[in-house]
């Protein structure tokens, strides 16, 4: 399955942004997505995450309250939407999908097998 995120830009501390995650070749089916950050200079970390079922999800510490995930099965899309963006939010934001079972390590990126190309969010202050 390849994944293509999309939605990322430059917005101004304070904003909000919505990005997609879309499946192209075969639906997400019951597979866990997950969203991915990479800031300038720093590790890959882990956002949020969603199951099949979407009252399953996770989040950062650093985004709770601030960012939602969702999923729409029959699209195979899901959603990252961010609001009350700050500057610490600026990086290359990953999409990726994991066929395992939800739990404890669905934020784990190791965990994921397939990752989409990215998209870049820049706030600025």
């Known amino acids: 399955v390849q994944l293509q995120a999309s939605g990322g830009g430059l917005v101004q501390a304070g904003d909000s942004l919505r990005l997609s995650c879309a499946a192209a070749g075969r639906t997400l089916g019951r597979d866990v997505v997950g969203w991915f950050r990479r800031a300038p200079g720093k590790e890959r970390e882990f956002v949020a995450a969603i199951g099949w079922r979407p009252i399953n999800t996770m989040y950062a510490d650093s985004v709770k309250g601030r960012f939602t995930i969702s999923r729409d099965n029959a699209k195979s899309t899901v959603f990252l939407q961010m609001n009350s963006l700050k500057p610490e939010d600026t990086g290359v934001y990953y999409c990726?999908?994991?066929?395992?079972?939800w739990g404890r390590g669905s934020s784990w990126a190791s965990r994921y097998d397939s990752w989409g190309q990215g998209t870049l969010v820049t706030v600025s202050s």
């Open positions: 990726a999908r994991d066929s395992g079972a």
